[in-house]
């Protein structure tokens, strides 16, 4: 299989997949942030460059889609559609889709997870502070599963969470024994974050990882808006379906 270079710095920038009058659905490419952040590198971020190009600067983001996710980021366009958005998402009333490439192949079709999320602590094997795992005091995360397609011995998984725990899916799907393609805190290789803090992206982490992010991609988002049902949607990301591809040559 092919292993694709590091995406440092990125190569794509965000696009509009749907404006509507109080929002905007844009398509995050990988290694984007949502919105700027304090970091030790100057990374680009959606909520900016959007703001750049339309000259509003009421544009504000909802949810956040992690750095390495790529996928449907909404961005409200005023004051009003923010807070109508802050009730949709506390409320738990928006449908967010995602797709995803893991190493193995489940003994199940479809399966829903039930079990609680929270920080493992340091200690044992655990070297990373953020990471997250099942836990018996942890707080209530629900995500539903589905195999999409399998391949030499990777699989390709759509994911429904219906809880919005940090890292949920990239945790559950660990905990359920398919670390996914790229992860460097919950994938097969333990140092992997650790080493990406001191080096960075380099072409021998990458090949190691087989991919230089995380094989995660927001599909699809879905809720009710003005008495009506919105969806929509955005192809799995251009590099992860090359990686699928490769996937199948190497089958």
Request: aromatic content about 8%.
């Amino acid at each position: 299989m092919t292993v694709r270079t590091p995406l440092l710095p990125p190569t794509e920038k965000p696009r509009v997949l749907v404006e509507h009058p109080d929002f905007y659905v844009v398509h995050k490419p990988a290694l984007w942030l949502t919105h700027r952040v304090r970091a030790r590198v100057d990374v680009p971020d959606v909520l900016t460059f959007m703001q750049a190009e339309t000259g509003e600067k009421d544009l504000a983001p909802p949810h956040r889609l992690d750095r390495e996710t790529s996928g449907t980021q909404l961005l409200s366009r005023d004051a009003d559609a923010a807070r109508r958005f802050f009730t949709l998402f506390k409320t738990h009333l928006v449908g967010k889709t995602y797709l995803a490439i893991v190493h193995g192949s489940p003994d199940w079709e479809r399966y829903t997870l039930d079990a609680p999320l929270g920080d493992l602590g340091l200690g044992g094997a655990n070297k990373v502070v953020i990471r997250q795992a099942v836990v018996p005091d942890g707080r209530p995360a629900v995500t539903d599963f589905r195999v999409v397609e399998r391949r030499a011995g990777f699989t390709l998984i759509e994911a429904y969470p219906r809880s919005g725990r940090l890292h949920q899916i990239r945790a559950h799907l660990s905990h359920l024994g398919l670390p996914m393609v790229g992860d460097k805190i919950y994938g097969r290789d333990s140092q992997a974050f650790l080493d990406f803090m001191q080096t960075g992206q380099t072409p021998e982490l990458t090949a190691r990882l087989l991919l230089p992010r995380q094989a995660l991609h927001a599909a699809r988002i879905a809720f009710r808006w003005a008495g009506a049902q919105f969806a929509a949607e955005a192809p799995l990301a251009a590099d992860l379906r090359a990686f699928w591809e490769d996937v199948q040559e190497a089958g």
